[in-house]
């Protein structure tokens, strides 16, 4: 089964700080996904990307931005942390030939 | 308005019993569709995809999709404890996009 593991697991940040969850993927997947999860939201598509050096915005971008460096790698950026960013993040890719999604084991972020 | 909607929001049954879980789109460029389900502190594990009208079976678990109606349903048959979780119902629009539209997800809880 594919393989997503996230880092940090959980992480406390300040408002207006900088933060950057990470995601990496063994499974040789050419898209990935960044996703949060919020009671009474469900999981929502922030970006995704199809290639590496490529991102696109998905369907609640603002406030974050995406970078993707290699095929394997996918992080997603906090310039300015601020209290409605509090939720739960996953990761998430899926291969060319295939749809079904593999995710992560999610990043809980509490600004405070 | 949700463009996946899941009913019942929360689900028990006794151990053994049959869990039924309703998913229905209001949008008729959705045709692939998945079932997702979340334990609790982890991430969504795919269980099982359908993009035909009819059945699919896969062990305990059948899901129904009926493209004319929208609506898709998920049972599971011989329900365990282990089969507590947030499950959710994802749709796909036809054509080249990978993102995945998710409903709000049903909590099942089966009784010992």
């Known amino acids: 089964e594919a393989a997503v593991t996230q880092s940090p697991r959980s992480k406390v940040a300040v408002t207006g700080g900088k933060v950057t969850l990470s995601c990496h993927q063994t499974?040789?997947?050419?898209?990935m996904y960044w996703y949060r999860q919020d009671t009474g939201h469900g999981l929502r598509l922030i970006h995704y990307s199809y290639v590496a050096d490529s991102t696109e915005k998905g369907d609640i971008p603002d406030g974050y931005k995406a970078s993707r460096p290699s095929q394997e790698n996918f992080s997603l950026i906090l310039e300015l942390a601020s209290l409605s960013q509090t939720a739960v993040y996953f990761c998430?890719?899926?291969?060319?030939?295939?749809?079904?999604?593999?995710f992560g084991p999610g990043t809980r972020l509490l600004v405070l | 308005q949700q463009k996946v909607q899941q009913s019942p929001e929360s689900l028990s049954v006794p151990e053994g019993g049959m869990a039924s879980f309703n998913c229905t789109s209001s949008?008729?460029?959705?045709?692939y569709f998945w079932w997702y389900r979340q334990h609790s502190g982890e991430g969504p594990k795919a269980l099982m995809s359908i993009f035909s009208d009819g059945d699919k079976k896969e062990g305990r678990f059948t899901a129904h999709l009926n493209k004319a109606s929208l609506h898709v349903s998920l049972h599971i048959r011989d329900s365990q404890p282990s089969d507590s979780a947030l499950y959710f119902c994802a749709a796909r629009e036809t054509g080249n996009t990978r993102k995945l539209i998710f409903g709000l997800g049903t909590t099942l809880q089966v009784q010992p």
């Open positions: 949008d008729r460029n959705f045709q």
């Open positions: 998430a890719s899926s291969g060319r030939g295939q749809d079904t999604q593999y």
């Open positions: 499974n040789n997947h050419d898209y």
